[in-house]
């Protein structure tokens, strides 16, 4: 328990609060357990209308299970401070998603 906190779970079972959730942050350190913690399986476990936002370290999330559920419309957006690869090059997918915002980190 943390007092304040409504709900705390250990860090093993977030997956089983991303269908609840109307916005996913990431806050995590970036050590190997949290390489790509968010991919394509979390993704299908997001509300369709979900955003993400990342402003912790980019290779958390995986860049391309990103665009392709932004793409589908798999979530609803994302926000991301960071990226992977960073700087996210010209060109890439996500300058163009409408439902992607990248902010300078």
Known sequence: PVPGADLT???????????????????????????????????????????????????????????AALGSGTIGGAAMDVTDPEPLPDGHPLWTLPNALISPH
Not at 27 to 41: L, N
């Open 9 to 67: 779970v250990p860090p093993e079972d977030y997956r089983t609060l991303l269908p609840q959730a109307d916005y996913v942050v990431i806050g995590v350190p970036y050590v190997p357990a949290t390489h790509h913690m968010i991919s394509t399986a979390e993704f299908a476990l997001m509300k369709t209308d979900a955003w993400l936002i990342n402003v912790a370290r980019g290779p958390i999330v995986d860049t391309d299970a990103l665009v």
